[in-house]
């Protein structure tokens, strides 16, 4: 069905994809793997019309096409969810469903019909939600199942899924790889990028990889296993993660007593983060975990008692919780970590620029050096510290959200999904330099939909479900299944 030949894109002289060739039948799952900047949002982006390539061609059912806007590729079946969302705030999840392409009776809206619509569809997607709730309250993984649900609306024939599972828990994931599964026998080309290997492995008929914007191999089905897709995407074999080194916890660094933010969950929340370790928090979507670390940052109101090292602090603004060194990197790192348009220097040292500053004006000098050492510390791939963060893949933009408060020294430190959207690769840095800061007596709460990365990097495991915490488990007892048991409330 879709044929790319040689396709090659520069910009500014570098190149982000060089020579790559890749086919896509109807009715198959090809996943699209590689490390963050090898070319996996250049090469959508080409196929859903939003870049023209520099050399090459595009085939689809065989013959020539140009596509020279992302209308073109609509117009010809081509769906995009790319991983940074496009569903807008300011409209409900009906309005988003069908954005340019409203149904109307007359010269007026059909509301009726598109909240029918938008309720079959959501069923599709696994979300109960009513059509006329307002985008701006969903959590991200529901604005993501909109935004899956949108492409869904639309007569598709080629999917193109980046990072789609990203802010998804276990059960929101294994129904979207049943909707996969499902579009696949509806014969629907679909091309699945991901940095989720255990996923791919169970829904893709092949692998392509990219590394370093060029072709880096393929697999077939009987050969996908997690070692063959490292091997291709970083050239070399990683150790795994469950090997580290389990942390020494020390007093308790950040104490939640009877905490209960004034939005959800409903449920006060009694929570002990440790000097020296790493708590990983689990939970289904709407369980309160991110709801409850906006309270412990200054974001959201609370009622209830926080303690940094043993002192009462009340934090009613971010810059309250930053004083007592209480640092937050959120789960939407476009929406509310980063400032794109500034560059990758200004994004590291925005917090804390008067450590940059004399009689009022800031050393940038002294601000490049010091932005320079943390982007090669944690690997940041741009070309130089000037790049806007707009112009970084979405990995490394998380990396530059790390950088900024990795860079101040944090007492406690909250990552809300830290590794979402991250290659293998970057992910095993990101565990080295939390490792390091929770061995130098940081501590580190860390909230993940990924039960591998929880399982893999946390030295105890605490699990909300609906708004409630339902329990905590050290490492040993912290099993898929004991993990899912409290996520689902079961024990209760």
């Known amino acids: ?40 949002s250049t090469l959508m982006k080409i196929i ?90 969903l959590a991200l993984a529901e604005r993501q199942l909109v935004e899956i649900a949108r492409a869904l609306s639309m007569s598709v024939r080629i999917l193109i899924l980046d990072e789609p599972t990203s802010s998804l828990t276990l059960d929101e994931t294994q129904n979207l790889l049943r909707l996969v599964g499902e579009l696949k026998a509806e014969g629907v080309a679909i091309l699945y990028v991901s940095h989720r290997l255990d996923e791919v492995h169970q829904v893709a008929d092949r692998v392509v990889a990219l590394r370093d914007a060029k072709n880096a191999g393929n697999l077939a089905r009987e050969e996908i296993n997690h070692a063959s897709m490292i091997k291709l995407m ?15 916890a020390g007093k308790v660094r950040l104490k939640l007593d009877q905490l209960r933010t004034l939005r959800y969950p409903a449920e006060a929340v009694d929570l002990d983060v440790y000097a020296g370790e790493i708590l990983g928090m689990a939970g289904l979507v709407g369980a309160g975990r ?38 937050l990197v959120p789960e939407d790192r476009r929406g509310a970590g980063l400032t794109v348009e500034m560059a990758v220097r200004d994004n590291v040292t925005m917090p804390d620029l008067n ?58 430190l909250i990552c809300d999904e830290p590794t979402r959207g991250v290659d293998v690769g970057a992910k095993a840095e990101i565990y080295t330099e939390m490792r390091a800061l929770a061995d130098a007596g940081v501590a580190i ?12 990097v946390s030295d105890r495991v605490a699990v909300m479900h609906e708004g409630r915490l339902t329990g905590t488990l050290e490492r040993g007892a912290a099993t898929e299944e004991a993990v899912m048991r409290l996520a689902v409330g079961a024990d209760l």
């Open 48 to 137: 859903g019309g939003a870049y023209v390539p520099d050399a090459g061609m595009i085939e689809l059912d065989g013959a020539s096409v140009a596509f020279k806007s992302p209308s073109d590729a609509l117009a010809r079946g081509i769906r995009v969810i790319y991983q940074e969302l496009t569903v807008l705030d300011n409209l409900d999840i009906a309005g988003n469903v069908f954005l340019g392409r409203e149904k109307r009776r007359g010269y007026l809206l059909d509301e009726a019909a598109m909240r029918k619509e938008t309720t079959a569809i959501l069923a599709r997607v696994g979300l109960k939600l009513d059509p006329n709730r307002s985008v701006a309250t």
């Open 234 to 248: 970083v050239g070399r074999d990683l150790a795994p993660a469950r090997g580290a080194a389990v942390g020494s």
């Open 355 to 412: 450590d940059f500053a004399s009689v009022g004006l800031v050393n940038h000098g002294a601000e490049a050096k010091f932005a320079q050492t943390w982007a090669d510390r944690l690997g940041v791939r741009a070309p130089s510290i000037e790049t806007p963060v707009v112009n970084l893949s979405g990995g490394n933009q998380q990396k530059v959200v790390l950088a900024r408060w990795l860079a101040l020294k944090p007492k406690v």
């Open 290 to 327: 991110s709801e409850l670390a906006r309270a412990a940052f200054g974001i959201d109101r609370y009622q209830g008692g926080l303690e940094v090292d043993g002192t009462r602090v009340t934090v009613s603004v971010p810059r309250d919780a930053i004083n007592a060194g209480v640092y």
């Open 1 to 40: 069905m879709l044929a790319l030949r040689g396709v090659t894109k520069r910009f500014a002289g570098v190149a982000a994809l060089d020579d790559v060739s890749l086919d896509l039948a109807a009715g198959e799952v090809v996943a699209v793997i590689g490390e963050n900047g090898a070319g996996k």
């Open 445 to 456: 709460w860390m909230i993940s939909s990924d039960m591998e990365e929880v399982l893999a």
